[in-house]
């Protein structure tokens, strides 16, 4: 097998990971509270990376033993960092991390409200919004975009807006979630060529869970017990969405282009609605399923054309 189909292999797997990790957000809520669970997951997942960090530093020093010449944005153990690095690495995980805050619970909030399905493609709407929020930066947004835009917005229409012209609060919170994880894979575009990426990564799990966490203590009322009640969606979403998917998406991406790479990660949404249909036996209406097969039309559109790698490369939370 070769190394560009073994690494669509493992992002097709890392899509199917996402896709479920929709599931497990919705089945959470039957025992927990939203902020309780984004304060138990995002800490979760960045426990999760604290090996590979180590496992890098490893790998790093075995590199500078050999006389190789260390890569861009390469792992380098905090204590061999200047005060540069380290106020770079903190100024990074901090914004990312309260971006990450704001999409992932406000995506949480709209999973809450409506459906698993539903949440994967309003949330995949990111995809489109970032090559259109390059107009604030006075980039070109192709035709082709604009064209994708159009589909998803039609699609949003029959996927959101009721016969009486209204959208649901789940709705809204999803499209708020969606233009929050836009904002996130823009910081991450601009910090992860300055600093070490996984551990930006790492600390901005840090940032979202304590910031969830402080939410948390003045409006929820989190139990242990809720928590063990809801082990398995919990550690679905902290260390298999979050940890793994994570570690499984950087080490495919080296091996295919960026463009095949977001294609196939896109298929989140459409495993999040596959996976709403075999775990919880739901099932969107035939309205709602077109405006999921535009939106996902467009998603696809959107991203047909050559794209700048780390632009595609920032496809969820956490990633670089």
Excluded at 54 to 72: I, S
Excluded at 84 to 90: D, F, H, I, S, V
Excluded at 176 to 201: E, N, Q, W
Aim: glycine share 8%.
């Amino acid at each position: 097998m070769s190394k560009s189909i073994r690494a669509n292999l493992l992002l097709l797997l890392t899509a199917m990971i996402w896709g479920v990790a929709f599931v497990a957000q919705d089945v959470a809520m039957d025992t927990m509270e939203p902020f309780t669970f984004g304060a138990a997951r995002m800490l979760i997942a960045a426990l999760v990376l604290l090996p590979s960090i180590r496992l890098l530093d490893v790998l790093q020093r075995k590199r500078a033993h050999t006389g190789e010449e260390p890569r861009a944005g390469a792992s380098q153990a905090f204590r061999d960092m200047s005060p540069a690095q380290k106020r770079m690495l903190l100024v990074s995980g901090v914004c990312c991390g309260v971006a990450l805050f704001f999409g992932s619970t406000l995506q949480q909030l709209g999973i809450r409200d409506t459906s698993a399905g539903k949440a994967g493609f309003v949330t995949a709407l990111y995809i489109v919004l970032v090559p259109i929020s390059g107009l604030f930066f006075k980039r070109t947004v192709r035709r082709t975009v604009w064209f994708a835009v159009g589909l998803c917005m039609v699609g949003l229409f029959l996927l959101c807006v009721t016969n009486a012209f209204t959208v649901d609060a789940g709705d809204a919170e999803l499209l708020l979630g969606a233009v929050a994880y836009t904002a996130h894979i823009l910081l991450i575009d601009h910090f992860s060529p300055k600093t070490d990426c996984v551990r930006m990564s790492c600390l901005q799990f840090f940032v979202t869970s304590a910031l969830c966490a402080v939410v948390m203590l003045f409006t929820e009322h989190p139990t242990f017990s809720s928590l063990l009640r809801g082990w398995v969606p919990l550690l679905y979403a902290g260390v298999l969405s979050g940890g793994l998917g994570y570690t499984l998406q950087i080490v495919a991406q080296r091996d295919t282009s960026p463009t095949v790479a977001s294609l196939l990660m896109s298929l989140e949404s459409v495993f999040a609605v596959v996976a709403q249909w075999l775990i919880l036996g739901e099932l969107l209406t035939s309205r709602e399923l077109l405006g999921c097969g535009l939106m996902l039309c467009g998603i696809v559109l959107a991203q047909l054309p050559a794209r700048r790698a780390r632009g595609a490369a920032g496809l969820r939370s956490g990633d670089c």
